[in-house]
């Protein structure tokens, strides 16, 4: 234990511990919005996509180019642009809450294309089906579409979330809390390296569970 204690000098384990919730808060709060906002958009560009029920290659067109714009934009340079739109929106672009505007603009449209892949390799002979049956759009979307990509669509949730920890990290660049931002200012910055290794463990365990959970959920509804 003296060894381990040699090594871990600068460690401050109550600022960890407030480092790691507000990550935590950080990935909830932009998780939660994301998929609020990713999953109408992925499934109204599988709709509006050729040969589907809303065919409208306009309307694809303009979500599609909007999605690859905000997806080809760096996340660092992002989160500097942001910075007037989330004092606007919560007042500060510093802390858990201006974190959490930028993690949801960078998020949104990464998974929303995940989500139209994922409704993509629903067999197509069960929307032909339903539609056979007299279904509507909407009792196709939420009877057979959204059900038959579920195990995808889990999928990419787990993606996104290993992406919002990464991206979370990221915003410790601008003072936007959590254990990116105690790893660049009492870890960089002081040359500590030491809280850089710690904070670098507990992402990769953080990481890690998500990636464990998202893969058994996807193993459950798969079976069905």
Do not use: C
């Not at 932009?30 to 709709?47: A, C, E, H, M, Q």
């Not at 306009?58 to 660092?76: A, D, E, G």
């Not at 910075?83 to 858990?96: A, C, E, K, N, Q």
């Not at 759009?137 to 669509?153: N, R, Y």
Request: without cysteine; hydrophobic residues 55%; charged residues 10%.
């Amino acid at each position: 234990m003296e060894f381990i204690n040699h090594f871990i000098t600068n460690i401050d384990w109550a600022e960890i511990w407030q480092a790691g919730q507000e990550t935590l808060m950080m990935l909830a709060g932009s998780l939660v919005f994301t998929l609020v906002l990713g999953l109408p958009l992925g499934v109204l560009l599988f709709l509006t996509s050729k040969r589907q029920l809303l065919d409208q290659s306009k309307v694809y067109s303009t979500l599609s180019f909007m999605v690859n714009l905000f997806r080809s934009i760096p996340f660092v340079i992002l989160l500097i642009l942001l910075i007037p739109f989330t004092s606007l929106i919560v007042g500060s672009p510093l802390g858990v809450a201006g974190a959490i505007p930028p993690l949801v603009v960078g998020a949104t449209p990464f998974f929303a294309r995940l989500v139209e892949t994922a409704l993509r390799e629903v067999d197509r002979g069960i929307i032909e089906a339903t539609q056979s049956m007299g279904a509507s759009t909407k009792q196709i979307v939420f009877g057979a579409l959204l059900p038959e990509a579920l195990p995808g669509i889990l999928a990419a949730i787990t993606v996104t979330a290993i992406t919002l920890v990464s991206y979370a990290a990221i915003t410790g660049v601008i003072g936007g809390g959590g254990l990116g931002d105690l790893a660049i200012r009492f870890g960089y910055h002081r040359f500590r390296n030491d809280v850089l290794g710690v904070t670098v463990i507990l992402l990769l365990i953080l990481v890690q569970i998500l990636q464990m959970v998202g893969d058994r959920l996807v193993t459950h509804f798969s079976r069905k």
